[in-house]
């Protein structure tokens, strides 16, 4: 079985899924199968150990009530719908009614098929001794086929009286010999009777036709009243939410306008602040550029006083280089002269006679001494 999100726990500890509709809404409130009165009321109308085809899945909990409380044989529910079909099936399980079985229909076909140890197969059905049926099936394509059983079988109907084509459906019901047998709001219980006395018989019919209008005015009244209250509600609800939206929304405003303020008045001190700081900045720039002119001016004015002397002393430079050029060639003349001699001197100095004057010099200064 599948995992279910939750379960709709009711008085006699029957567990079904919760599903998203006015079925399981009343449920949910009263705890107990839904339209409890209608079923209590319509109990004697529903033979014992009897073959029960509910035809509309959602009224599951009338099936359980059939099984559990009426002593049915056996109650067919289907369902067109594969997720759905598995949902019912698992609260057939969950419930432990061997009894009641799940079909997958095609009405058009006359196919039902039945899932048996995880496979579908085609259903063995018992003929019905009563069919359930809501407006929503009479609307379907089930018409045909529920036309079919009552011809051959002639089961008891518990029909919904409420649905768009009810009038036509009368019409049927009544060419086929079925009556009213209970009424109670727009559920009725029909069953096969032999054609009655003409004296009484227009009479019937005419006031069972007008008794079927009267039903489905009554009923579209109701859900005229029910759609309008819902309505109503919705709108109601819609101004409340947009009376709370509105009223945070204007405090949101109001807040919001002191906290533009504040930035506001802090944007305009920052302003105000750097606007101080760019003036100071600004002035200190044309000071420091006045002083930097003045100082231009000064070190131009040095320059032009300087100006004579550095010429004068480049073309001392020029000439003292010029000077100092030809001091390296006067010297480099004298060297060269020295060179020679020095060279002149050792030759001469090297000379016999040279070496001969020594020696006499020499002699002559001992006989001095």
Sequence with gaps: MTKNKALLKLSDNVKLNMMNNAITAEMVQTKDYYQKAVLDEFAASIPEKAVIYALDSRFVSHAIYFSKYRDAGKV??????????KEVRNDIARNKLPHMACLRPDWIKNRFTVSENGKLM??????????HATARVLE???????TKQLENIKPILWLETDGENF?????LLEKMQYHVRKQVGNNAVYTFQEAAGENNELEEKILERLD???RQIDRMKQEYEEELVLIQAKYDEKAL????????????????GKKQSETVRQHQQEVNEAKQLVQHISEALNAERAVNNDLNKHIFSLLEDEKPVLITMKKRDAQQVKEINNLKKENATLIRKLSQMTEKYNRLNST??????RKYWKLKNKAKD
């Design 76 to 85: 067919y529910l289907f369902e067109a719908d594969r997720e759905r079909w």
């Design 122 to 131: 085609p259903a063995d059905m018992i003929a019905p001794h009563m069919i």
């Design 140 to 146: 379907s394509r089930s018409l045909e086929w529920l």
């Design 167 to 171: 009038a036509e459906i009368a019409f």
């Design 212 to 214: 079927t209008y009267k």
């Design 241 to 256: 939410v947009l009376e709370d939206k509105y009223r945070a929304i204007e405090e949101t405003w109001v807040e919001q």
């Design 352 to 357: 016999k006679v040279i070496r001969m004057m």
